[in-house]
Structure formats: C-alpha cells, structure tokens
C-alpha cells in the first residue's frame, strides 16, 4: 500500500527538521533509502563542486553531503508551503535560510525549494534542490 497524504508530510516535516537543527549526519542519512537514492541540485557544474551533477546511492548521499559541508554553513533554515502528491509519492516545500560560504566567510539570504520523492516505506529515494546557485557562486569568488 502506497503511502498517505498525511505519512508523506510526516516524512517531509521530519527530514526538514532534521536539516533545520542541524542534526548529525546519521540522522539526516537516516531518512533516505537504503539503496535506491538520487540528489540533485540544480545549477551548472562550474559553480559549485555540488551543482549539476547526479549523486547516486548512499556513497553519494554521503559524499553530497560531505561537499556541503565543506563549502557551506547555514542558519535560520526554515520550511513552509508544504504539497504532497499521495499518488506520484512526491512532497515540494519551500525552504529559507542564511548560507555562508566557508572558504571567504560570505553570506546570503536565499529562499529555495526542495522536490522530494519517497518509498512505500516513506523513505527518501530522490532529493532535488533548486537554490540560488548564482550567489552561492559568487560567495566562492568573494564577490558578494
């Protein structure tokens, strides 16, 4: 049986908040599938080492998270507009947060948005992130 409306957004909320706190990396690799797992953030590959490029199954689960935290630190990460599709196993939400980019110390504001598709067991299986790659770019350059 596929997965309610309700045990979807459960699931969403969850990963969310998960990130939000800033939880250890077990607990946000703790949402995603054991196996059959795709991320994708969106952007070209020149500007960021995480952008425009699949990272599939757990050692890419790992290392995408892994390159994120090499680059950037947030705060203030919070989630709304939440949409479930029941019968596509699919959830977008809208997220906003402060990044900063480690490397030069520049920060931004930045509103993105999160597709997210799920198993029958309500874990994550793709994660696609639409963000301000631009400013994340220019972070990298210092030229915010």
Known sequence: MSPSKASLLSATTSFCHSLSAQSPPSTILSHFSSSDILIYEHGLPQLAPFLGREFKGPSGLKEYFHLLSKHLAYKDMHFSNYFADPEALKVSVRGE????????????????????????????????????????????????
């Open 97 to 144: 947060a402060t990044f900063t980019w480690l490397s030069t110390n520049q920060s931004w504001g930045e509103v993105f948005t999160y597709v997210l598709e799920f198993d029958n067991d309500n874990k994550l299986t793709k994660y696609e992130i639409w963000a301000d790659s631009g400013a994340a770019y220019l972070a990298s350059q210092g030229l915010l």
